[in-house]
């Protein structure tokens, strides 16, 4: 069975690191790409980046490329997301995803962790 | 990029009953390309339907995908109490892939 277990929620404060984790089991973790979706309060889905564990090869959504940075530590099967100085704006509760290929650069999702809420505040 | 608009925003029904979603593209998604997703409180999302139609492993076969170039539908044929959550459609026809706003599922 394929699963994403995904770490605790976090509160942190404005300027504050983090380092959220994503660990895949029940298949090939090197095999296949993983990614991160937001989902911000009341708000939709928005779509991070993914990132390929067998060569950490990774690819950023418009929107978040220098704000988060992705990665993966295939040995122990286990995805990162880390932001070096968050923002009030960072909170939302955040998905780890296995994307699967649509053929044009964009992928959906068959496989979702429970997600991680962080929670960012003075 | 595209915008995919969901209506309605909420739906009001009763178990039992039958429940139509709609997807409407801001352009023709390529190869209908387009995914739905269930989300429960507190339980990772769950992938319904691929490729506008396909239904994903250990899905009732209670949901169903139709549509093409810009309008999709999502119908749940009879509505068990636990299809009373959010629902999200996705195109994945042109980066960067892209969802709804989501549909609320209700009990009337």
């Known amino acids: 069975e394929v699963q994403l277990v995904q770490s605790r929620a976090e509160v942190k404060k404005p300027g504050e690191s983090l380092k959220i984790s994503c660990k895949g089991s029940?298949?090939?973790?090197?095999?296949?790409?993983i990614g991160w979706v937001r989902q911000m309060p009341g708000k939709g889905l928005e779509w991070m980046g993914i990132?390929?564990?067998?060569?950490?090869?990774?690819r950023y959504s418009p929107s978040f490329q220098g704000q988060v940075t992705m990665s993966v530590d295939k040995s122990i099967s286990t995805a990162y997301l880390q932001w070096s100085s968050l923002k009030a704006s960072d909170t939302a509760v955040y998905y780890c995803?296995?994307?699967?290929?649509?053929?044009?650069?964009?992928?959906?999702?068959?496989?979702w962790g429970q997600g991680t809420l962080v929670t960012v505040s003075s | 990029e595209i915008v995919l608009t969901q209506s309605p925003g909420t739906l009001s029904l009763s178990p039992g009953e039958r429940a139509t979603l709609s997807c409407r593209a801001s352009q023709s998604v390529r190869r209908s390309n387009l995914a739905w997703y269930q989300l429960q409180p507190g339980q990772a999302p769950r992938l319904l339907i691929y490729g506008a139609s396909s239904r994903a492993t250990g899905i009732p076969d209670r949901f169903s995908g139709s549509g093409s170039g810009t309008d999709f539908t999502l119908t749940i044929s009879r509505l068990e109490p636990e299809d009373f959550v959010v629902y999200y459609c996705q195109q994945y026809g042109s980066s960067p892939g892209t969802f709804g706003q989501g549909t609320k599922v209700e009990i009337k």
């Open positions: 995803v296995r994307p699967r290929d649509g053929g044009y650069g964009a992928f959906y999702f068959d496989y």
């Open positions: 029940g298949y090939s973790f090197s095999n296949y790409w």
């Open positions: 990132i390929y564990p067998g060569d950490s090869e990774s």
